[in-house]
């Protein structure tokens, strides 16, 4: 019996010690990034993560450089790892050449990483932490939240955590040449989170929708200024509004006209009534009129399926 009730005295100290400790802190969103390769899918979205592997970015060999910030416009010295670099750790098949940075508000951007004179010019960079000037401290995951400049009065800064992926120019080899350097997405990017490897020409073909020289125009149209922020049932980014499966998007459509006043200018109160996306003023109403076209086609034809290229692996 006095075995018994010392055995019952343990078990209940064991268990209130276990109740009393303070729960492991949850991993601050950006410390690591993820890597998969999307596998293939049926009708859009729904691709499998393949060989998914996470990178803790503190156990990676770390160094400290000056670089210039296309996002925050001046040179800042950063403690960090190039994204080539993560890259190669991974050691992706040769198959694939187009990596969709996923970011934390839900941006999606498709970085052509086997193109050297992109990679070269941009020079990704994945940064932990930063400082002020030399000999002061690093400052691990805290980065200055940054203001939307082409959005008057919108009181959400873009802010980081645990990471701050930093690029040295705002290019983006889907934007046209036009809409340099005005429009970049790289301005509106956060925390990066994943990575999501494809094949580019596989993955395209998602968003093909058929049609005329107009719809294929639209297509274009999305990938030099849409892709960024918005995706297709589900395929791509969510920062903005599906453009299929979005109510506010279909009653955008009703004419060319109201779509490119949506596009093209912004009100005063923008950011009182929560509209985060830039005035994309390089726009023309035939370019709405054919951006129109095209989500009206893939709004009314099945999506074409992602078809993974066979792994080597």
Known sequence: MMAHRLETAVIALLAFGAASRPAAAAPTPGASVDIWVRGSSRNGAGGERLRQRRFVLDRLPLANFERHDAQYEIVRQY??????????????????????????????IPLPFREAATMKRLDPFVARG????????????????IPKKDVPGDRRPIEFSGNKLVVADRFHPEVAPAAQPGFSPWTHAD??????????????????????????RGLTLFRQNCQFCHGVRDVGAHFGWDFVDSEAIQSQQQSAANLYHNVAYKPRNAGELGLMMPALAFLTEADAGAMREWMQAMATAPMAPYKAPASKR
């Open 79 to 108: 403690r960090g790892i190039s994204l080539a670099e993560i890259l190669k750790r991974y050691r992706p098949d040769d198959s694939l050449d187009l990596a969709i940075l996923h970011f934390a508000n839900g941006m999606a």
């Open 191 to 216: 925390t990066l989170l994943g990575i999501e490897l494809v094949a580019a020409s596989a993955y395209y073909v998602q968003f093909e929708a058929g049609g005329n020289a107009t719809v294929q």
């Open 130 to 145: 930063w400082r002020t000037q030399p000999g002061v401290r690093v400052m691990i995951g805290n980065f200055p939240a």
